[in-house]
């Protein structure tokens, strides 16, 4: 009995040590990415994206560079705030300097003045890659949203 504990108790060591670091940067990545929208941050969240990155929220409207990112959501921000309320990843997958996140998502807004609330659900394609200038090592590069539909 006691050596099988003690085989147990090494595997589970060596599971802890063999955590792969990107999976480790990129949990870091999706929580400073949502303890920034909790802070309404956008500087951090800006820091998160890399400066060449699309985002295609709708058919409808596709946004390019990170500039433009910021400056739209610096709009919704003045109107509302934005609380994750799901956040499911589906998969997760790493391609050497590469990482394609597929999400499950709920936001709910609350609004700041007259706005009526709303909730948006929808699934996600995130495209990261390495980049220096994120504090987690990976940055969004190309991101699009499927809104929910029965």
Same mark, same amino acid.
């Given at each position: 009995?006691?050596?099988?504990?003690?085989?147990?108790? =090494?595997?589970?060591?060596?599971?802890?040590?063999?955590?792969? +670091?990107?999976?480790?940067?990129?949990?870091?990545?999706?929580?400073?990415?949502?303890?920034? %929208?909790?802070?309404?941050?956008?500087?951090?969240?800006?820091?998160?994206?890399?400066?060449?990155?699309?985002?295609?929220?709708?058919?409808?409207?596709?946004?390019? $560079?990170?500039?433009?990112?910021?400056?739209?959501?610096?709009?919704?921000?003045?109107?509302?705030?934005?609380? %994750?309320?799901?956040?499911?990843?589906?998969?997760?997958? %790493?391609?050497?300097?590469?990482?394609?996140?597929?999400?499950?998502?709920?936001?709910? $807004?609350? +609004?700041? $003045?007259?706005?009526?609330?709303?909730? %948006?659900?929808?699934?996600?394609?995130?495209?990261?890659?390495?980049? =220096? $200038?994120?504090?987690?090592?990976?940055?969004?590069?190309?991101?699009?949203?499927?809104?929910?539909?029965?």
């Amino acid at each position: 009995m006691k050596s099988l504990i003690v085989v147990i108790l =090494s595997m589970f060591s060596l599971q802890i040590r063999a955590e792969n +670091p990107d999976l480790v940067a990129m949990k870091n990545t999706m929580a400073g990415l949502t303890a920034a %929208f909790a802070r309404e941050d956008l500087d951090a969240i800006a820091s998160f994206h890399h400066p060449k990155v699309e985002k295609a929220l709708s058919f409808s409207k596709r946004l390019v $560079g990170r500039d433009a990112i910021i400056e739209d959501l610096r709009g919704t921000l003045a109107a509302y705030s934005l609380v %994750f309320t799901e956040h499911v990843v589906e998969s997760l997958e %790493f391609y050497g300097d590469t990482c394609v996140e597929m999400t499950r998502f709920t936001i709910r $807004g609350e +609004p700041k $003045g007259s706005a009526l609330p709303f909730t %948006f659900r929808g699934r996600a394609m995130v495209v990261y890659v390495r980049h =220096s $200038g994120s504090p987690t090592g990976w940055a969004s590069i190309r991101e699009v949203i499927q809104p929910y539909t029965e």
